[in-house]
């Protein structure tokens, strides 16, 4: 993984497509602003909500960040991608194990310190905003390397309308009916 960070993301260009500019939506019609007026560390969240709150990484290294999780679940060390962390598979046991909870008895309902578990396939997600980007990511974890994958969508404009937008893209991956998925 390079590009990784704190702070806001470093920008190649204004048309970058590894790292966009970010955007602001606009008030009254909703469509994205540039805001280049803006001093660049006004360009991510406050340095009081970090680390986590301000990590940046380009979407290549994110991928790779993502299929370390099923690599490292699975024990699969091809490519060498778990020693290049220091990490063993018990480290990825904890966020993929499920609890023992009340949601036990409910069919199809298990509850892990890292995501879903739902009918015997895991469903790791996450989103987020710094209020001029947004995403949200998961990470399908199947039986086996070859049944797990992971997906992600971005966009380089903030608010909560993006953030709906990306969740949607998310839940239309996962079941199978995005535009992506047709010929």
Known sequence: MTGCGF???PEASNTSIDNPRPHIPDPNTG?????????????????????????????????????????????????????????????????HTRWNSAADSEIGSRYTPGGFWTRGTMILEHNGSNSLTAGHVYILIGDSAEYSTFGFTLTNVGGDRSLLAVQDGVNRMLRGNSDLFKQ
């Open 7 to 9: 702070g806001p993301n």
């Open 31 to 95: 469509r994205p602003v540039s805001f280049e007026g803006v001093e660049f560390r006004y360009r991510d969240n406050s340095p009081t909500i970090g680390p986590a709150g301000t990590v940046h990484c380009p979407m290549q290294s994110y991928a790779k960040f993502l299929r370390l999780h099923i690599d490292g679940i699975h024990q699969n060390t091809s490519g060498a991608s778990l020693p290049w962390y220091n990490l063993t598979t018990s480290d990825f046991q904890f966020p």
